[in-house]
């Protein structure tokens, strides 16, 4: 193993960063308080010492002009009045030949640098006066933020710094003994000074604002990232996501593809032998789609849906009679009649279903129209709402013309139907009309299919179910107001057996990710929904069954129609459904799941009047009894051949693929792992080119867990054939169980990667120096993959040494593994971070400033000769070439730690740039360059 973690792969480390307060400072337990209030402190004395330099310059110019008046005044009052008008007019006459003056003046300097130092100093002392006195003050600058930050914890957090005491320190009083000129060369002098810390502070301040980054990081500013992506930890996630009220990680969910008017990700709507149109083509401007075929033709054969109103739907004259008649003459003949209770509707039901009288009992409908609704929405209910549904069912014959087709097995096909069509077919599954549907038993006709009648919703009166019932009525109200006027289009899509992709070859990256706690599925508009199913589509909507399906089924009632001619999914197969609309609002899961309100849906229309929304139904497999065994490859390979179906592009669609909004896909009462699940979801969108959006329902670790995965993978150029690899050799083990899932990736994918890359770096009891010289030399050469099988290196154990990660992997590799590895132990990152943010780093930080303050008001009056340029420009570059060469290579901490001290002693050469703002900035970038190194 390493000795030490690999090296965080960061956005350029600034000033802003190095200022800022640590997020980790205020995450850690009450056993660790102290080190919180360090962090606090230190972040209160960098602020304290930026207010200090400018009160340093403000108080400097203030002192200037009380000087300026005293001496005028001095002038007036004094009796030697000729000395003061000679010393005054010597000050108009420096103020009216300043450029030459400094010309003069820089030739003088120019030839007292050629003196020895000593002398020079004593010459410094003699002639500029003031001058020393300015250097003074940065010294004081620097001891009082030392004072600052070594200080006593406790009254540094209450008192904060003191800028009267400070200022009294820094203010420099006027010499006695100093003649009117040396006090007016000073005050020049002074006034420099200050121009410089007001830049200065100027600069810090517009750092802190900015936050600005070099242009080495440009691939991470196009590719948006979550404010701690590179974060440790699970608490820091959490507490910047809830400071920032950020609650996603990786890439924002605006940077996926959606749908839109521009990009009509979606097939067409034309008649064809795979795609069979129940409305008349085009559609109308205004108003519902005339069906098509005009008028009724009735097919009563397996292949179509049996419909209630065919003619060859008999039914028994009475009990006990052998005269048969049309079953849909009894039904009208009972629905017409009055219903004003619950009692009437199921005896009016019971006439056409009279073999289930001894069974069917409507306990919850009844329970939740006497007791739960008012009389106002009772009486509403039986008066205005039941009529309408009763007439929209028994319009049937003239809104749905044909029989619709069952979309059977092994079969592409789509039927694209009206909203009042499917209205007016839901209120006969309301009335439970449809025959042969509710024979039970392996050997009836559709055994195979869900049920479609509503029977046995409604003799259950537990909360779920009135709630679900809630949905329903809510939904015939709407459409018995308002007539909707959109299509409906349902797709059985079958991907073939040698359409199959081969997934262990594969080499498409892996696609954008959004990871998110907040939010749901639906609310992802635009994006491809995807519906956790039962292989019978609906699952539990008309029974018990309150979980992601069942819900989603009622908040969009159009899409329990789909139960009517879907048949059981097969292992390849998955239903799309495109346009359906939401007419509800819940909260709650599973036994606390309500109904919210009625919800209008604003979501646009394409071409065909389609909501620009697709949900694509996929069945995961169940592993109630033995959820070990879900990691083993066969089980991989059907769930991704599964998420395939439903994932894949449908034939004729155009534009770009769009994103899938999806979760922890079969991880419920099918006890699906949400880790392996999600990584085999994030494979088939790398494959089928679709972004992804996650969302966890509040599950943090798990949001950090995969943001963390995925920061690994695609710092590793990990493609989908090498995910797959990894996941199926983890399965291919006896003992694989799923507790060591994330790690064993992180293991053998690092393994992988070190292992086809050309391995040139030393043995770790090699010499630093000399260590660090043959790294720089491999550093200018292209490292390339040798073309072996990944298979062959999943055969190492646990105890093969890991090899050092290369400096762009972040810190997130270190967070996952937890177990053995004591080189990526989490505790080790933590405490490395807290150095790197530590009060000696940011004094650091801001005593290079006061030299460089210093620096520039040494050299203001200076002019350094061409040898002493160059050499102070040749000890710039070799300190920006000894940064970039550290930032390129992963070295050890002992190795950082020489390099700091290094760079230390060559920053004490000063920049002989001017004072201005941008060159400032570029300055305080070196510094932080060198301090991330």
Same mark, same amino acid.
């Given at each position: 193993?390493?000795?030490?973690?690999?090296?965080?792969?960061?956005?350029?480390?600034?000033?802003?960063?190095?200022?800022?307060?640590?997020?980790?400072?205020?995450?850690?337990?009450?056993?660790?308080?102290?080190?919180?209030?360090?962090?606090?402190?230190?972040?209160?004395?960098?602020?304290?010492?930026?207010?200090?330099?400018?009160?340093?310059?403000?108080?400097?110019?203030?002192?200037?002009?009380?000087?300026?008046?005293?001496?005028?005044?001095?002038?007036?009052?004094?009796?030697?009045?000729?000395?003061?008008?000679?010393?005054?007019?010597?000050?108009?006459?420096?103020?009216?030949?300043?450029?030459?003056?400094?010309?003069?003046?820089?030739?003088?300097?120019?030839?007292?640098?050629?003196?020895?130092?000593?002398?020079?100093?004593?010459?410094?002392?003699?002639?500029?006066?003031?001058?020393?006195?300015?250097?003074?003050?940065?010294?004081?600058?620097?001891?009082?933020?030392?004072?600052?930050?070594?200080?006593?914890?406790?009254?540094?957090?209450?008192?904060?710094?003191?800028?009267?005491?400070?200022?009294?320190?820094?203010?420099?009083?006027?010499?006695?003994?100093?003649?009117?000129?040396?006090?007016?060369?000073?005050?020049?002098?002074?006034?420099?000074?200050?121009?410089?810390?007001?830049?200065?502070?100027?600069?810090?301040?517009?750092?802190?604002?900015?936050?600005?980054?070099?242009?080495?990081?440009?691939?991470?500013?196009?590719?948006?990232?979550?404010?701690?992506?590179?974060?440790?930890?699970?608490?820091?996630?959490?507490?910047?996501?809830?400071?920032?009220?950020?609650?996603?990680?990786?890439?924002?969910?605006?940077?996926?593809?959606?749908?839109?008017?521009?990009?009509?990700?979606?097939?067409?709507?034309?008649?064809?032998?795979?795609?069979?149109?129940?409305?008349?083509?085009?559609?109308?401007?205004?108003?519902?789609?005339?069906?098509?075929?005009?008028?009724?033709?009735?097919?009563?054969?397996?292949?179509?849906?049996?419909?209630?109103?065919?003619?060859?739907?008999?039914?028994?004259?009475?009990?006990?009679?052998?005269?048969?008649?049309?079953?849909?003459?009894?039904?009208?003949?009972?629905?017409?009649?009055?219903?004003?209770?619950?009692?009437?509707?199921?005896?009016?039901?019971?006439?056409?279903?009279?073999?289930?009288?001894?069974?069917?009992?409507?306990?919850?409908?009844?329970?939740?129209?006497?007791?739960?609704?008012?009389?106002?929405? =009772?009486? *509403?209910?039986?008066?205005?709402? %039941? &009529?309408?549904?009763?007439?929209?069912?028994?319009? #049937? !014959? +003239?809104?749905?013309?044909?029989?619709?087709?069952?979309?059977?097995?092994?079969?592409?096909?789509?039927?694209?139907?009206?909203?009042?069509?499917?209205?007016?077919?839901?209120?006969?599954?309301?009335?439970?009309?449809?025959?042969?549907?509710?024979?039970?038993?392996?050997?009836?006709?559709?055994?195979?299919?869900?049920?479609?009648?509503?029977?046995?919703?409604?003799?259950?009166?537990?909360?779920?179910?009135?709630?679900?019932?809630?949905?329903?009525?809510?939904?015939?109200?709407?459409?018995?107001?308002?007539?909707?006027?959109?299509?409906?289009?349902?797709? =059985?899509? *079958?991907?073939?057996?040698?359409? %199959? &992709?081969?997934?262990?070859?594969?080499?498409?990256? #892996? !696609? +954008?990710?959004?990871?998110?706690?907040?939010?749901?599925?639906?609310?992802?508009?635009?994006?491809?929904?995807?519906?956790?199913?039962?292989?019978?589509?609906?699952?539990?909507?008309?029974?018990?069954?309150?979980?992601?399906?069942?819900?989603?089924?009622?908040?969009?009632?159009?899409?329990?129609?789909?139960?009517?001619?879907?048949?059981?999914?097969?292992?390849?197969?998955?239903?799309?459904?495109?346009?359906?609309?939401?007419?509800?609002?819940?909260?709650?899961?599973?036994?606390?799941?309500?109904?919210?309100?009625?919800?209008?849906?604003?979501?646009?229309?394409?071409?065909?009047?389609?909501?620009?929304?697709?949900?694509?139904?996929?069945?995961?497999?169940?592993?109630?009894?033995?959820?070990?065994?879900?990691?083993?490859?066969?089980?991989?390979?059907?769930?991704?051949?599964?998420?395939?179906?439903?994932?894949?592009?449908?034939?004729?669609?155009?534009?770009?693929?769009?994103?899938?909004?999806?979760?922890?896909?079969?991880?419920?009462?099918?006890?699906?792992?949400?880790?392996?699940?999600?990584?085999?979801?994030?494979?088939?969108?790398?494959?089928?080119?679709?972004?992804?959006?996650?969302?966890?329902?509040?599950?943090?670790?798990?949001?950090?867990?995969?943001?963390?995965?995925?920061?690994?993978?695609?710092?590793?150029?990990?493609?989908?054939?090498?995910?797959?690899?990894?996941?199926?050799?983890?399965?291919?083990?006896?003992?694989?169980?799923?507790?060591?899932?994330?790690?064993?990736?992180?293991?053998?994918?690092?393994?992988?990667?070190?292992?086809?890359?050309?391995?040139?770096?030393?043995?770790?009891?090699?010499?630093?120096?000399?260590?660090?010289?043959?790294?720089?030399?491999?550093?200018?050469?292209?490292?390339?993959?040798?073309?072996?099988?990944?298979?062959?290196?999943?055969?190492?154990?646990?105890?093969?040494?890991?090899?050092?990660?290369?400096?762009?992997?972040?810190?997130?590799?270190?967070?996952?593994?937890?177990?053995?590895?004591?080189?990526?132990?989490?505790?080790?990152?933590?405490?490395?971070?807290?150095?790197?943010?530590?009060?000696?780093?940011?004094?650091?930080?801001?005593?290079?400033?006061?030299?460089?303050?210093?620096?520039?008001?040494?050299?203001?009056?200076?002019?350094?000769?061409?040898?002493?340029?160059?050499?102070?420009?040749?000890?710039?570059?070799?300190?920006?070439?000894?940064?970039?060469?550290?930032?390129?290579?992963?070295?050890?901490?002992?190795?950082?730690?020489?390099?700091?001290?290094?760079?230390?002693?060559?920053?004490?050469?000063?920049?002989?740039?001017?004072?201005?703002?941008?060159?400032?900035?570029?300055?305080?970038?070196?510094?932080?360059?060198?301090?991330?190194?």
């Amino acid at each position: 193993m390493t000795e030490y973690p690999p090296r965080k792969k960061l956005r350029q480390v600034s000033l802003l960063e190095m200022l800022m307060q640590s997020p980790q400072s205020k995450l850690q337990s009450k056993n660790n308080q102290s080190t919180v209030n360090a962090e606090l402190d230190s972040s209160h004395n960098i602020q304290a010492s930026i207010e200090c330099l400018r009160l340093v310059s403000s108080d400097i110019s203030a002192a200037d002009d009380i000087e300026m008046m005293e001496t005028d005044k001095a002038c007036k009052e004094t009796p030697e009045n000729e000395d003061c008008k000679g010393e005054k007019q010597c000050f108009d006459d420096e103020q009216s030949a300043e450029n030459s003056n400094d010309q003069e003046r820089g030739k003088e300097e120019g030839k007292k640098n050629e003196d020895s130092d000593e002398s020079q100093k004593k010459k410094k002392k003699e002639v500029t006066g003031e001058k020393n006195d300015g250097l003074e003050d940065t010294k004081t600058c620097v001891e009082c933020r030392s004072s600052l930050s070594t200080g006593p914890r406790e009254k540094n957090q209450s008192k904060g710094s003191t800028p009267k005491k400070f200022n009294k320190k820094a203010t420099g009083k006027r010499s006695p003994k100093r003649s009117l000129m040396k006090e007016k060369e000073s005050r020049h002098i002074n006034g420099r000074s200050s121009e410089r810390r007001k830049i200065l502070a100027d600069a810090a301040e517009r750092r802190m604002k900015l936050g600005v980054t070099t242009l080495s990081d440009t691939a991470e500013q196009n590719a948006p990232m979550s404010p701690d992506m590179f974060d440790d930890g699970d608490n820091d996630d959490k507490k910047m996501g809830e400071e920032m009220e950020i609650t996603w990680r990786c890439f924002p969910l605006s940077s996926l593809t959606t749908l839109s008017s521009s990009n009509l990700n979606l097939p067409p709507v034309h008649p064809a032998p795979d795609h069979t149109v129940m409305v008349r083509l085009p559609l109308p401007v205004k108003g519902a789609p005339a069906p098509h075929p005009l008028s009724y033709t009735d097919v009563w054969d397996q292949y179509h849906v049996r419909m209630p109103c065919s003619p060859k739907s008999q039914y028994p004259l009475g009990k006990g009679s052998d005269s048969l008649v049309p079953r849909w003459s009894i039904i009208c003949q009972s629905l017409r009649r009055g219903i004003g209770n619950v009692e009437e509707l199921q005896r009016s039901v019971l006439d056409y279903n009279s073999r289930y009288a001894t069974k069917w009992r409507f306990k919850g409908l009844q329970h939740l129209i006497e007791q739960e609704f008012d009389e106002v929405e =009772r009486d *509403y209910f039986f008066s205005t709402t %039941l &009529p309408a549904m009763i007439r929209l069912a028994l319009n #049937l !014959p +003239k809104l749905v013309t044909q029989a619709p087709p069952l979309l059977i097995c092994r079969a592409t096909h789509s039927i694209t139907l009206s909203q009042l069509q499917i209205a007016s077919l839901l209120a006969n599954a309301f009335f439970c009309t449809f025959p042969r549907r509710n024979a039970k038993g392996s050997d009836t006709e559709y055994s195979n299919y869900p049920d479609i009648n509503f029977n046995r919703l409604f003799s259950h009166k537990e909360k779920r179910a009135l709630e679900k019932m809630k949905c329903v009525l809510n939904y015939f109200r709407r459409v018995t107001t308002e007539e909707p006027t959109g299509c409906v289009t349902f797709t =059985r899509q *079958y991907v073939k057996y040698q359409e %199959l &992709p081969k997934w262990e070859t594969a080499t498409q990256h #892996l !696609p +954008k990710f959004h990871i998110d706690t907040n939010g749901l599925i639906e609310e992802a508009s635009g994006l491809l929904q995807a519906d956790f199913a039962n292989k019978f589509l609906g699952g539990g909507v008309l029974g018990l069954g309150c979980v992601q399906e069942e819900i989603r089924f009622v908040l969009s009632p159009e899409l329990i129609i789909s139960r009517l001619f879907t048949q059981a999914l097969d292992k390849t197969e998955a239903l799309i459904i495109t346009g359906a609309e939401q007419f509800n609002s819940g909260n709650g899961y599973a036994s606390t799941f309500c109904w919210a309100d009625s919800y209008v849906d604003c979501t646009p229309v394409d071409t065909w009047g389609r909501r620009m929304c697709q949900v694509t139904a996929i069945d995961a497999l169940h592993f109630t009894k033995q959820p070990q065994v879900q990691y083993r490859p066969s089980f991989v390979i059907r769930e991704l051949n599964k998420a395939y179906a439903g994932f894949r592009v449908l034939d004729r669609s155009n534009g770009v693929a769009v994103g899938v909004a999806t979760g922890n896909w079969g991880c419920g009462a099918f006890r699906g792992d949400p880790r392996l699940k999600s990584l085999i979801q994030l494979a088939v969108c790398g494959y089928t080119g679709r972004d992804i959006a996650y969302f966890t329902f509040g599950d943090e670790k798990l949001r950090n867990d995969l943001a963390t995965m995925y920061i690994f993978l695609k710092e590793n150029n990990v493609t989908v054939g090498e995910l797959v690899q990894v996941l199926l050799h983890h399965g291919s083990r006896e003992w694989s169980d799923g507790s060591d899932f994330f790690q064993y990736i992180y293991h053998n994918l690092r393994a992988y990667e070190s292992e086809t890359d050309d391995e040139t770096e030393e043995s770790a009891d090699q010499d630093v120096d000399k260590k660090r010289e043959e790294r720089t030399v491999d550093s200018s050469h292209t490292t390339t993959k040798t073309p072996k099988n990944i298979a062959d290196y999943f055969k190492k154990t646990v105890k093969t040494s890991l090899p050092s990660a290369s400096p762009s992997l972040s810190s997130s590799l270190c967070h996952a593994s937890t177990s053995q590895q004591s080189a990526y132990n989490v505790n080790a990152i933590e405490k490395s971070r807290k150095e790197s943010l530590s009060e000696d780093k940011i004094l650091q930080v801001l005593t290079e400033c006061d030299r460089l303050v210093g620096g520039q008001l040494v050299k203001s009056h200076e002019t350094s000769n061409s040898k002493s340029a160059a050499k102070t420009r040749k000890l710039m570059d070799q300190d920006r070439d000894a940064g970039s060469t550290e930032n390129s290579r992963n070295c050890k901490r002992d190795v950082n730690g020489r390099e700091r001290e290094k760079n230390e002693e060559k920053k004490n050469t000063v920049s002989t740039n001017s004072g201005e703002p941008s060159r400032l900035l570029s300055f305080l970038d070196d510094i932080d360059k060198s301090l991330a190194s």
